[in-house]
């Protein structure tokens, strides 16, 4: 089984990324929602996902979130992408099933910044200094270690054309 883990801030592309790869025949589990499914099941009242995720790491290690992510395999996946992994623990538990290829995408903060203000996702905020905190919490789980390990690094600074045919470049030589 060919495995795929994508890593990168908030803002990045990783989202983007994932969808080429489904387009590609890859199996896409998105990390923050297997930690939901849990989350809206164990939450406590008012807790955020992300202050959910840390308690779980608190609890279960580091590589918790990973080994939900694996939980979701049907193990009929020829390929398989895993999107959001924020640390070194999670990539060690992904290497279980393999010789996984890690790739971080990157965008600089204020390109990052726009196109959060933009998606306002539920997790998303209006405003930079909140963008700033929620960068600096991703940081404190590890993420910056996981983008400097990673195999290979697709900037994503452009257009939505200049990130595709980068991610096509990087598909020809990964297969």
Not at 72 to 86: H, K, S
Not at 91 to 105: D, H, K, Q
Not at 111 to 127: G, N
């Amino acid at each position: 089984m060919k495995v795929i883990l994508i890593t990168g801030m908030p803002g990045s592309g990783k989202s983007l990324l994932s969808s080429l790869l489904k387009e590609k025949g890859f199996r896409v589990i998105v990390m923050s929602d297997s930690v939901r499914k849990r989350f809206e099941r164990e939450a406590r009242h008012g807790e955020r996902l992300m202050d959910y995720a840390k308690r779980m790491r608190e609890i279960y290690g580091d590589g918790i979130v990973a080994r939900l992510s694996i939980e979701e395999l049907r193990g009929t996946e020829d390929r398989v992408a895993f999107d959001g992994v924020r640390n070194l623990a999670e990539v060690e538990e992904f290497s279980r099933l393999g010789n996984p290829i890690l790739i971080a995408v990157h965008s600089p903060p204020n390109v990052r910044y726009e196109r959060l203000m933009k998606r306002l996702r539920a997790d998303d905020s209006s405003r930079v200094e909140d963008l700033r905190r929620r960068d600096m919490e991703e940081i404190s789980l590890g993420i910056g270690g996981v983008i400097a390990m990673a195999d290979y690094v697709v900037v994503n600074d452009g257009t939505e054309e200049d990130f595709k045919r980068r991610v096509a470049e990087l598909m020809g030589k990964i297969g």
